[in-house]
């Protein structure tokens, strides 16, 4: 069974501060990899992966993926108190299907 | 345009209650998903449709009961249902199907449905 585990569950941060978040995954076979922020409602997109080493960046915020190590991380630079919001990783193997982790839970203080 | 609409917002119903969740995307996507999410957990999916057919039922029970009309329509008929189906349902479309590239979801903003 595909299974996707966040770290760290929550985290609280000053205004200005980098932080960066963990997933790590098993999956039987890879598709891809995708963050979502989730605030009061649905999960917004931010990025898809494929493929090992390839950063992909918007603004303030940037990903890349480990097929190897079977993890993902999620930047975020200049952290503004609008990051606040829980980040999900998901994961799709087989049959499009989207497994997701637990969420890391961002608070961005003042 | 990544819009994905869901109707309603809200919705009170009794356990006796009949009721249905519609939603809707114009983005030509193939693959239409249900999920439901509780409070601090991640969405678990219910449902996938993939050219308007059924692909995935992840063991719902059958009391929820989807539809796909069309390739831009899904519905989720809700019937009998108990107290701790309380949850919000989110709706997802992408261009993800079977022998295809991978393809991102989009969301809806979800129905906050209440059982009681």
């Known amino acids: 069974e595909d299974k996707v585990v966040q770290s760290p569950l929550s985290l609280v941060v000053h205004e200005g501060d980098t932080v960066t978040l963990n997933c790590s995954y098993e999956?039987?076979?890879?598709?891809?990899l995708l963050w979502y922020k989730q605030e009061k409602k649905a999960p917004t997109f931010l990025f898809m992966l494929?493929?090992?080493?390839i950063e992909k960046k918007s603004g303030r915020l940037s990903s890349i993926l480990d097929k190897k190590e079977l993890f993902s991380i999620l930047n975020i630079t200049a952290t503004q108190t609008g990051d606040s919001a829980v980040y999900l990783c998901?994961?799709?193997?087989?049959?499009?299907?989207?497994?997701f982790g637990t969420g890391t839970r961002l608070q961005v203080t003042l | 345009d990544t819009e994905v609409t869901q109707t309603p917002k809200h919705l009170v119903m009794g356990m006796t209650n009949k009721k249905s969740l519609k939603c809707e995307q114009h983005m030509g996507h193939r693959a239409m998903y249900w999920y439901k999410q509780k409070a601090k957990k991640p969405p678990e999916l219910m449902f996938v449709?993939?050219?308007?057919?059924?692909?995935i039922n992840e063991s719902v029970p059958s009391r929820f009961s989807p539809e796909c009309p069309n390739s831009s329509l899904l519905n989720l008929h809700l019937h009998a249902l108990q107290p701790e189906d309380s949850a919000l349902y989110l709706c997802a479309s992408s261009q993800d199907a079977a022998g295809a590239p991978p393809a991102e979801q989009y969301f809806g903003p979800g129905t906050r449905l209440t059982v009681t």
């Open positions: 998901a994961l799709t193997g087989t049959a499009s299907k989207l497994t």
């Open positions: 449709y993939s050219y308007e057919k059924l692909s």
């Open positions: 999956v039987t076979n890879f598709r891809s």
């Open positions: 494929t493929s090992s080493g």
